[in-house]
């Protein structure tokens, strides 16, 4: 898979990642059963697929010292 590619694939993971996150946790607030807690796991547990995924976005970039 070319480095495009992969930059491609983890930036759409990394929003869809943040995009679920979101909901999720303001779905947890709305019901009633311990809302705060959950919200805090679940944005914690997407915070952590973000991030993975953005890293990684970052990291299947070409270096700035190789030459084409």
């Not at 930036?11 to 303001?26: E, V």
């Not at 959950?38 to 070409?62: D, F, K, Q, T």
């Amino acid at each position: 898979m070319s480095p495009e590619a992969r930059i491609r694939l983890h930036t759409w993971l990394a929003w869809l990642w943040l995009a679920l996150t979101l909901a999720t946790t303001a779905a947890a607030m709305y019901w009633p059963e311990h809302p705060w807690l959950l919200a805090w796991v679940i944005c914690m547990s997407g915070y952590a697929n973000v991030a993975s995924h953005w890293a990684a976005r970052e990291g299947a970039a070409p270096s700035a010292s190789e030459e084409p």
